[in-house]
């Protein structure tokens, strides 16, 4: 018996949208689990020196949260940069749940597979985008993390800069403020609102008016300088300009119309940087 299953690059937070917001983008992990005599783990792509090579890889514990890993071989092609912003753990952990579910003839939906996924990563705007596809929007509720697809594509054309060096998460959750001012959270609560609203119904404008954020952004900027340099000097073609999760991935936001010259402009100024424009994903992780 062998399954192959693949998960898309995920960018959270979309803004204001903190721990809550996520799109899904064309660019694919693949897993194959098969038979073997003993447990084998297999790693190309992304991420390869940072990835262990037994029961510890996170695509194995998550796999192991619905069947066993015992006696399977697994061979992760890793096409998503590791820990840029851009979803890899996410990718990794949905790639395990889904193959395991399909090994052991499990029928479980994204509904049922967000609060399993959600064991092993703490936040899951990600693993919601992950999963369902599309944009959506996800929310803990008495421990458990739900979430809604709202909307299959966005009239935008996401680009993403991606730096060369990377940013853990965990480091760029613990320099975040324990509070902040009201101001600053009645900025990120109307614009966060405009964001919702924005997703679901494809309005360009409130789209370009949600992409602000004074929760997050502000205090990630030194480790994304690309971030600032955007704002204040937009490339060709751009509405706005969001960190991508906890960056330093930001994504430019392209009218669809412009999105080659968008991304030569980036290309021209980031020239140390990986430049891709990707449309949003309407598929979320699954067989293929
Ligand atoms: N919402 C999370 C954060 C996403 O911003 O920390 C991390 O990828």
């Not at 073997?36 to 194995?60: K, M, Y």
Request: hydrophobic content about 45%.
């Amino acid at each position: 018996m062998s399954i192959r299953v693949r998960a898309p690059a995920t960018s959270a937070n979309l803004g204001p949208g903190f721990d809550c917001a996520g799109m899904a983008l064309e660019l694919w992990n693949e897993l194959e689990v098969s038979e073997a005599e003993s447990t084998l783990v297999e790693v190309e792509g992304e991420g390869v020196s940072e990835t262990p090579r037994d029961a510890n890889h996170l695509g194995l514990r998550a796999f192991a949260l619905v069947a066993d890993v015992e006696g399977k071989h697994f061979r992760f092609l890793n096409r998503i940069p590791f820990a840029r912003g851009l979803g890899s753990s996410s990718a990794t952990i949905a790639l395990g749940l889904v193959a395991a579910c399909l090994w052991e003839g499990v029928d479980l939906d994204p509904a049922e597979l967000l609060p399993l996924a959600a064991r092993l990563e703490s936040h899951a705007d990600n693993l919601a985008a992950c999963l369902y596809g599309g944009a959506t929007l996800s929310w803990e509720e008495e421990g458990l993390w739900h979430a809604r697809r709202v909307a299959d594509s966005l009239p935008l054309a996401p680009i993403a800069v991606i730096p060369e060096h990377s940013v853990e998460t965990i480091v760029a959750r613990a320099g975040l403020p324990g509070t902040v001012a009201h101001a600053d959270a009645a900025f990120s609560g109307g614009r966060a609102a405009l964001l919702g609203a924005g997703l679901a119904s494809g309005d360009t404008d409130l789209l370009t008016a949600a992409f602000h954020d004074r929760l997050h952004e502000p205090y990630r900027s030194l480790a994304a300088p690309i971030l600032s340099q955007l704002q204040e000097k937009p490339a060709r073609g751009s509405v706005g300009v969001t960190l991508s999760g906890s960056g330093p991935t930001v994504i430019v936001w392209g009218r669809h119309e412009e999105t080659s010259a968008c991304a030569e402009e980036l290309t021209r100024r980031f020239s140390d940087c990986r430049v891709l424009a990707m449309p949003v994903a309407a598929a979320g992780a699954g067989v293929f």
